[in-house]
């Protein structure tokens, strides 16, 4: 069994075994006072020390109804793939639109399709910042009640989203990227939107 928080806000409420496509697992919810979701971590790790980390945000239109407009669902796959093979943590995490939710994502979907904008400035037409994930405290708190302190090596493109990983005090001592889909026109300018207004790690 995981280990229960010592924090009042951070709870264990229940624990499952999971058989994916992608792997096997152990998954545990977690639920503080404002975030809500899952740790995966593998059945079977290889004892390798190098440790990968995902932390997921939820993509209803992409892991679910299977849209072709992001490449969420692929980015998650992979991951789980490479943890299973390495051993490690997939946290994920119930955060809609960046964390601004469902209603503004369906919002900010829409000023996207209808005046040809990217996210970020359908976002900021809304009022609102093109990310609002700032918070990684409960991440490590996770992670220390689950794995004890580790080092890891953090699965992303986004070195802004590596900087706040780090200053919530997990320890990352590398990154590994995740390009994973390509696929279809509508990717692969989401990727050209991130890499240009972002920042983000996309290479050829």
Request: with cysteine; glycine share 8%; hydrophobic share 35%.
């Amino acid at each position: 069994m995981f280990p229960r928080s010592s924090s009042d806000s951070t709870q264990w409420n229940s624990q499952v075994e999971l058989q994916t496509e992608f792997g096997d697992f152990f998954a545990v919810h977690l639920q503080s006072d404002s975030k809500e979701g899952l740790v995966l971590r593998p059945k079977a790790p290889s004892g390798n020390t190098d440790r990968r980390l995902r932390i997921q945000s939820s993509c209803l239109f992409s892991e679910s109804l299977r849209t072709t407009d992001c490449d969420c669902a692929a980015q998650l796959h992979e991951s789980m793939v490479r943890i299973a093979k390495s051993g490690g943590a997939l946290v994920y995490l119930y955060e809609e639109g960046r964390g601004a939710g469902l209603q503004a994502k369906m919002r900010a979907i829409n000023l996207q399709q209808s005046l040809g904008l990217s996210s970020s400035e359908a976002y900021a037409r809304l009022g609102l910042r093109a990310d609002v994930r700032l918070d990684y405290a409960f991440v490590r708190s996770a992670l220390e009640d689950i794995f004890g302190k580790e080092e890891w090596i953090l699965l992303t493109n986004n070195p802004h989203k590596e900087a706040l990983v780090r200053e919530a005090g997990i320890t990352i001592i590398g990154t590994e990227s995740l390009v994973c889909d390509r696929g279809s026109s509508t990717v692969r300018a989401y990727l050209e939107a991130k890499r240009q207004q972002f920042g983000h790690r996309i290479e050829e």
